[in-house]
């Protein structure tokens, strides 16, 4: 019945049944279509949502802390009252903070020294309520950490406030290594002006050449020697010490010494403000970097001039020594540091029986030990060899004139002086003494003679050189007036010989009387004896005699004691 109702009703309004059916069609389209419109914004919101989560945690994972101050969306008249503080999960790790994310900005404040947190705080001020974007470094109480805040205000593209945010950046490692670089750089800044004092206190001119032979630095001593006296001009024009022929004094010889790769020395005449000087120029090579293939040069430039005086004043001197030496007739040679024969006179010739034509070819001390071996001229010893060897050690161990005596086989004795030769070497000089000593042989013979005479006599004598000192005694003396060899072989004075009396007169007032009538009649050759009454009440005869040799003899004579009946 109801399908019947249906029908009819359908042929009864058929107009309104088509009316329902495009309103029907119209409703499923518009489902349709929102359905597919709320598809589109639901995927919108998963890329919004991902990408959200993404930029989230691309903070998060930044090395840089940041807390937020984040403004609400609805406009309001004054949005910072509502303003949402937000703290990084990584700002809670480099300040350690103990709230996390959950701190306020007045913990991150409580981490920094009292004036450093004004300054953080009137920052951020400026920021709120100006806008005004900050940069600045500072130190955490706790850690000794160095943070560096970095504070900006994020408005979106329609001019809206989102935020205003600041980064926090542990730079405690860049400030650390820029604070050691700092350090080192001062180092390196006072080693240098050390370099630059040490170069420029330099009292003759120094200089570094690059590989291509041009002036790369020079001292102040260099500037001297040039036009115009300007660092800076003397580099950039290549300017040169030039010699008396305008030639540079060092160039040529800086490319010498990089080609022999060794230093190189040269001398050179210069004109400083009108006065000649010798100078000696030395280029030193050196690898620039410990580059192998680049080779520099380190150069200078000393003033010799008094040194070359000297040197020509002693070879005048040397040269007018010799000349003398050339006519005595001490035999004298000198024999160089190269131990050749560089001098000798006639007498060394003469004494050595040596050819002038085999002495004037420079013969060494070796050959020249060698002939005289030859000769039988020398000391006879067991090893010649190790006797030529410590002959030839003597030119580098004598630095003082050394005295010996040469024993020939022929019973001569020949004396020998070696001394240093100024410029190298030994001077050597030879005497015949066989005659001398022979001389004193027989004068200490006498000597010998005299006193064996002298102690076989009774009275005591002395016997005072013509220099008024002591010189023979005899037993008698000691005997006589208790005294010791030890005192008398000090070669005393007749006044201390008088002194050394004192202790056998010591009931005499006036010793110093005594003493100078004792010394005049003893100097008064002319008087006679005299007696001296000692303190024991023995007598002594004292008589003086000049003898030929201008000495005095002194003798001492006990006088007998006499008793009376």
């Known amino acids: 019945m109801s399908q019947s109702l249906l029908i009819d009703m359908y042929y009864a309004a058929p107009e309104l049944w088509f009316a329902l059916a495009a309103l029907l069609g119209s409703l499923i389209c518009l489902l349709i279509s929102l359905g597919l419109k709320l598809l589109k914004l639901k995927q919108k919101n998963y890329f919004l949502n991902r990408d959200r989560e993404r930029y989230a945690e691309t903070l998060y994972a930044s090395k840089d802390g940041y807390f937020a101050f984040l403004y609400p969306d609805q406009k309001i008249n004054d949005p910072r009252q509502n303003i949402v503080e937000h703290c990084s999960r990584r700002l809670a790790v480099i300040m350690n903070l103990a709230e996390g994310t959950k701190a306020k900005f007045e913990d991150i404040l409580k981490n920094f020294y009292k004036e450093d947190a004004k300054v953080i705080q009137k920052y951020v001020e400026l920021l709120k309520n100006d806008g005004v974007s900050f940069e600045d470094d500072f130190n955490l109480k706790s850690n000794n950490k160095r943070l560096h805040l970095?504070?900006?205000?994020?408005?979106?593209?329609?001019?809206?406030?989102?935020?205003?945010?600041?980064?926090?950046?542990?730079?405690?490692?860049?400030?650390?290594?820029?604070?050691?670089?700092?350090?080192?750089?001062?180092?390196?800044?006072?080693?240098?002006?050390?370099?630059?004092?040490?170069?420029?206190?330099?009292?003759?001119?120094?200089?570094?050449?690059d590989e291509n032979l041009n002036l790369k630095l020079i001292n102040r001593r260099y500037l001297d020697f040039v036009e115009p006296q300007n660092f800076e001009e003397v580099i950039k024009q290549g300017i040169e010490i030039n010699n008396v022929k305008g030639e540079s004094v060092s160039k040529n010889l800086a490319l010498t010494a990089i080609g022999a790769n060794k230093p190189k020395k040269a001398s050179s005449a210069v004109i400083v403000n009108g006065e000649r000087h010798f100078m000696e120029v030395v280029e030193t090579p050196f690898h620039f970097e410990q580059n192998l293939n680049l080779i520099r040069t380190a150069g200078a430039m000393i003033?010799?001039?008094?040194?070359?005086?000297?040197?020509?004043?002693?070879?005048?001197?040397?040269?007018?020594?010799?000349?003398?030496?050339?006519?005595?007739?001490?035999?004298?040679?000198?024999?160089?540091?190269?131990?050749?024969l560089s001098f000798y006179n006639q007498a060394f010739a003469g004494l050595w029986k040596l050819e002038n034509l085999w002495l004037e070819q420079q013969p060494t001390y070796a050959m020249f030990l060698e002939v005289l071996r030859e000769?039988?001229?020398?000391?006879?010893?067991?090893?010649?060899?190790?006797?030529?060897?410590?002959?030839?050690?003597?030119?580098?161990?004598?630095?003082?004139?050394?005295?010996?005596?040469?024993?020939?086989?022929?019973?001569?004795?020949?004396?020998?002086?070696?001394?240093?030769?100024?410029?190298?070497?030994?001077?050597?000089?030879?005497?015949?003494?066989?005659?001398?000593?022979?001389?004193?042989?027989?004068?200490?013979?006498?000597?010998?003679?005299?006193?064996?005479?002298?102690?076989?006599?009774?009275?005591?004598?002395?016997i005072f050189a013509s220099n008024g000192r002591l010189k023979l005694y005899n037993?008698?003396?000691?005997?006589?007036?208790?005294?010791?060899?030890?005192?008398?072989?000090?070669?005393?004075t007749l006044l201390d010989v008088i002194e050394s009396q004192k202790k056998f007169f010591a009931k005499v007032d006036d010793w110093t009387s005594l003493k100078k009538d004792i010394l005049e009649h003893i100097i008064d050759v002319t008087t006679k004896s005299f007696a001296l009454k000692r303190s024991n009440n023995?007598?002594?005869?004292?008589?003086?005699?000049?003898?030929?040799?201008?000495?005095?003899?002194?003798?001492?004579?006990k006088i007998p004691t006499v008793y009376e009946d």
């Open 150 to 209: 970095s504070g900006h205000k994020i408005c979106g593209s329609d001019g809206n406030v989102y935020c205003d945010m600041i980064w926090f950046r542990d730079v405690s490692l860049e400030f650390n290594r820029i604070s050691n670089l700092e350090g080192e750089k001062l180092q390196i800044q006072a080693q240098v002006q050390q370099f630059e004092d040490l170069i420029n206190n330099i009292p003759y001119p120094v200089w570094l050449r």
């Open 303 to 340: 003033d010799v001039t008094e040194l070359d005086e000297l040197k020509r004043n002693l070879n005048r001197h040397q040269n007018a020594q010799l000349e003398i030496l050339g006519t005595l007739d001490t035999a004298f040679a000198v024999f160089d540091d190269k131990f050749h």
């Open 375 to 462: 000769k039988r001229l020398l000391p006879e010893v067991p090893d010649f060899i190790a006797f030529k060897t410590e002959e030839q050690k003597a030119f580098s161990s004598i630095i003082e004139p050394k005295k010996d005596f040469l024993y020939l086989p022929d019973g001569r004795t020949f004396r020998r002086v070696r001394a240093p030769y100024p410029v190298g070497g030994l001077v050597f000089a030879f005497e015949d003494v066989s005659d001398n000593l022979a001389t004193t042989r027989a004068y200490n013979s006498l000597l010998s003679v005299q006193k064996d005479t002298l102690d076989n006599l009774f009275d005591g004598v002395l």
């Open 475 to 492: 037993k008698a003396y000691l005997k006589l007036w208790d005294a010791t060899e030890e005192e008398l072989d000090k070669e005393p």
């Open 538 to 557: 023995d007598s002594v005869e004292v008589l003086s005699a000049a003898l030929p040799d201008d000495s005095i003899m002194v003798t001492y004579r």
